[in-house]
């Protein structure tokens, strides 16, 4: 085992060196290339990354908390909002039937002014209608019972009446 031993401790020497010899070989690499600067930065923008998720969390804990209270009062809001919109519905409704009664009442009013100048215009085209037939049927009737004889006798009828009130004096010619 002995001679075991040797050879693991001369393997574990050797890597050793090799280690040695590459991370020399990288830190020199490191320092010609700035790598150490890139991991800084990189290191640096982590840092900033926690911050700022840090910070969102803090923001969101508290957004979390607001909303959670205004949840407390959102039934009593609801509530609020929905009275608000039946009063002002009912107001519009009143509102819209004092408008309407308006209307009615204005169309009422042009209706019943139009019935009456159609029975106004009616009866007077009837009452017009009814006397021109009255006058034409007279017309016609005292043609009928009108003879030359009957036309001589009321003229002369005429004439004796006129020189009666002449002689009265009511008429002077």
Do not use: P
């Not at 609020?80 to 308006?102: F, G, M």
């Not at 006058?135 to 003229?155: C, F, G, P, W, Y």
């Amino acid at each position: 085992m002995i001679g075991n031993t040797s050879l693991y401790q001369k393997i574990l020497e050797s890597n050793l060196v090799n280690f040695i010899i590459m991370m020399s070989i990288l830190v020199l690499i490191f320092k010609k290339a700035k790598f150490g600067n890139f991991i800084d930065k990189m290191a640096d923008d982590i840092r900033n990354s926690v911050m700022t998720s840090s910070e969102a969390a803090k923001k969101a804990i508290n957004e979390y908390k607001e909303a959670k209270k205004s949840t407390k009062n959102l039934q009593a809001e609801k509530n609020e909002i929905i009275t608000r919109a039946k009063t002002s519905a009912l107001n519009i409704e009143d509102s819209a039937k004092e408008k309407l009664q308006i209307e009615q009442k204005n169309i009422d009013n042009k209706c019943a002014a139009q019935v009456q100048n159609v029975i106004e215009k009616a009866k007077s085209n009837t009452a017009s209608e009814i006397l021109d037939l009255v006058s034409e049927l007279a017309e016609d009737e005292v043609r009928k019972r009108l003879d030359d004889t009957m036309q001589r006798r009321l003229i002369q009828k005429s004439i004796n009446e006129l020189d009666k009130l002449e002689n009265l004096g009511e008429i002077k010619f």
